[in-house]
């Protein structure tokens, strides 16, 4: 299972050590993190599977590897700017929205389109489930798994 | 100057109706439209277009010049499919969102992120001024331009 | 029916004024351009349909509609980099290949991929049907076109 | 280390075998192997990595993992098309082709294109080097990059 995590590259600290928990959660799972491979969220998200032994998955817009975060097992460039964030959703399973600026709006927007499963962590009030912390987010999904 | 005109492939009729209208405005401004070149807002803002003598340009997501309306003077394919989204933005200098689901939701964000113009006509509350009749929106559009 | 050339963007002034040649012809069929948008080949080539009130689109690789050249009725931006390269092929009905280096021949690659007629002047040796000046290459379209 | 193999999706037994043996070296260079992740050379390739425990990815055209051979770790969905050549490309620090037909001669030209090394093995005669046995090519490939 694929994990998608997305949200923005700047973020407080507050929304860096959640996202850096969804992170760990996500390897805990067993899933693979699937995110944007930059930083704030990206890579707090990646820190955090990287914590847990996870395998970590970035998409970058650029063609340059260098664009990444340190906590890429795999970054893979694509040199298609902006167009990249339908490959980021395109690419999980199950997509987790934190904070986020109009690139996560985006995101969430062809989550929806594609009839993925969104969950979101204090994000875009777009008619997606919002959470206010990391144990009800998760719990919900695995919820949502079981069925 | 171009206009993209971004919204659903399937509305209702009044929907249309005021597609129509905006796609008429857009041509007597002398601008160019621009849209995702499909069926729905698409069709009838390039229609409204066209009945003033404007100029239309689909920008299509499949590689088939076929999937585009009876209304465009030019389609564009691409081959790219959702991605596409991208480009209906990046070449509008002002960008319409007229009611629209996901797929305009996507559209408004990119539209937000790069720093781009949106005015909505009944569309997603996101953050961009909404209007519920074709005349407020070009008079508001108009006082933007003559700024 | 638009017709595609493809060349480089730095080419001989002799090669600039074939593919200048080229456009005028192109222009007086009837056909829209599709070009790369940017100088060179692309350039001589959406000049010389200009000179015969012909219609020329150019399909950019950035998000700037700065990057085309003058001659250019329509810029189309992507901001898809070199992917933009496909979108190129996948809008002409015929494509022409004019001289040209590595990003020509990925050009004719995909044409023939797509399995559109590619005609070369001389262009790269790849299979394609190459000639040496303008009036024999469009004498073979015209025959083609016959058929 | 990225190694990029790209090649068609049908192939001979004999061009199977050889890509079969080129996933293998590049495996045990403890390269990471990069290929369009559908049939063919793409899979024979990804399976003779996995024989040497090697880490294959498939990036694939469409949006569905489905696409991808079973010899991949992890599977790259774009839904970009044949834009997705570019990608296979670009994630390569070394590009090696196999035989091979139009796609193929796309991705060659990227590659010359991003001043890539391409290495050949029975493929297209553009101005890379061509070999006709897995041992030369490797050889060839470890001259260069102990340069």
Chains 1, 2, 3, 4 share one sequence.
Not at 81 to 97: E, K, Q
Not at 112 to 137: A, Q, T
Request: hydrophobic share 40%.
């Amino acid at each position: 299972m694929y994990v998608s995590v997305i949200g923005g590259e700047h973020c407080s600290k507050e929304i860096y050590e959640m996202a850096r928990e969804v992170g760990r959660k996500i390897a805990e799972m067993g899933a693979v993190l699937i995110t944007g491979g930059r930083g704030g969220v990206m890579e707090a998200a990646s820190r955090g599977a990287k914590e847990k032994g996870g395998t970590t998955i970035g998409i970058l817009p650029s063609d340059s590897r260098q664009e990444g975060n340190k906590y890429l097992d795999y970054a893979i460039v694509t040199g298609i700017g902006y167009a990249r964030n339908v490959l980021v959703v395109l690419n999980g399973d199950i997509i987790i929205a934190i904070d986020g600026h109009y690139g996560t709006l985006s995101e969430i927007a062809f989550a929806l389109e594609f009839g993925k499963p969104v969950y979101g962590l204090m994000s875009w009030e777009v008619g997606i489930k919002n959470f206010n912390n990391v144990d009800e987010l998760f719990e919900e999904i695995k919820r949502d798994l079981a069925e």
